[in-house]
C-alpha cells in the first residue's frame, strides 16, 4: 500500500500519458507554423544584409561626388595657375625665362586633361553604381513585400495558438510534478530519440503503439495492473493500458476543446 503523500504508479502514469498528450498537442501547434519562423528570420537576415549592401553603394556613390568636386577644384585651381603663368609671359626677359613658364603652363593643362578624365572615369562608375542599386532597391522592395506576406501568415496562426500553447505548458507543470525528475528525465529522454516524439503509448491489439512486436500475455498483465514502469523492449518507450489511456484522451481532448 502506497505511504501517506506517496504518488502512486498509476498516478506517475496518467500524469506522464497527459503530458504527452499535451506535448503532442504542442507539437501539432507548432507544426502548423512549420517552416515559417525560420522563412521570416532568413528573410529578416536577407533584407539586412541587402539594405547594408545600399548603403554602402549609396557611399560609394557619394564618395564619386566628392571626388569630382575635388577634381573639379583642381581644375579651377589650374586654371587660375595658367592664367597667372599668363601674366608673367608679358614680363619674361629670355627664352629660358619663356621656356620654363611654357612648361608650367603645359603642365597646367595637363593637370586640367587628368582631371577631366577622372571627372568622366568617376560618372561612369557612378552611372554604373545607379543601376546596381536601382536593381537592389528593385530586390529589396519585393523581399519587403516577401517578408510581410510570411509575417502577416506567422502573426495569424500565432495569435490562433499562441493562447493555448502559453496555458497548455501551464497544464503541462501541473502534471509534471507529479513526475519524480529521473521519470520525467527518461520521458524527455525517449521522446527526443522517436522520430514521432512519443516516449509513452499504450498497448492496443497486444503490441505497444506504433511497433509491430507483440507484448507477451504476461506482460500486457503486469501493464494493466499498473503497478510498476515497463518499457517496450523494442522502442524504449514506456508502456500503458488501453483503458487508461482512452481515459486519460478522453480527459485532455475536453481540456483542449476549453483552451482553443
Not at 74 to 96: D, Q
Not at 117 to 137: G, T, W
Not at 214 to 237: F, L, N
Request: aromatic share 6%.
Amino acid at each position: 500500500m502506497a505511504k501517506k503523500n506517496e504518488v502512486t504508479v498509476e498516478v506517475k502514469l496518467r500524469a506522464l500519458y497527459d503530458l504527452q498528450l499535451i506535448d503532442s498537442r504542442v507539437d501539432e501547434i507548432r507544426n502548423v507554423r512549420g517552416e515559417l519562423p525560420l522563412e521570416v528570420k532568413d528573410l529578416e537576415d536577407e533584407i539586412a544584409g541587402l539594405e547594408k549592401r545600399l548603403e554602402n553603394f549609396n557611399q560609394e556613390v557619394s564618395d564619386f561626388d566628392f571626388q569630382t568636386k575635388e577634381q573639379k577644384n583642381s581644375i579651377e585651381v589650374a586654371k587660375e595657375e595658367f592664367k597667372k603663368y599668363e601674366e608673367n609671359l608679358k614680363n619674361v626677359r629670355n627664352n629660358r625665362e619663356y621656356n620654363s613658364i611654357v612648361k608650367e603652363q603645359e603642365y597646367q593643362q595637363l593637370e586640367i586633361q587628368l582631371s577631366e578624365k577622372r571627372i568622366k572615369e568617376f560618372a561612369a562608375k557612378k552611372e554604373l553604381k545607379l543601376e546596381a542599386i536601382n536593381q537592389l532597391d528593385e530586390k529589396l522592395n519585393e523581399r519587403k513585400k516577401h517578408l510581410k506576406a510570411k509575417k502577416d501568415e506567422l502573426d495569424e496562426i500565432l495569435n490562433e495558438t499562441e493562447l493555448e500553447e502559453t496555458l497548455l505548458a501551464k497544464k503541462a507543470m501541473e502534471y509534471q510534478v507529479k513526475i519524480e525528475p529521473s521519470l520525467f528525465d527518461a520521458y524527455q529522454k525517449i521522446r527526443n530519440s522517436v522520430k514521432n516524439g512519443l516516449a509513452i503509448v499504450a498497448v492496443e491489439r497486444g503490441a505497444s503503439g506504433g511497433s509491430y512486436f507483440t507484448i507477451p500475455p504476461q506482460v500486457q498483465m503486469e501493464i494493466a495492473s499498473r503497478q510498476k514502469i515497463i518499457t517496450d523492449e523494442h522502442s524504449g518507450r514506456i508502456l500503458v493500458d488501453l483503458e487508461l489511456a482512452n481515459e486519460e484522451r478522453e480527459k485532455m481532448s475536453a481540456i483542449f476543446s476549453s483552451k482553443k
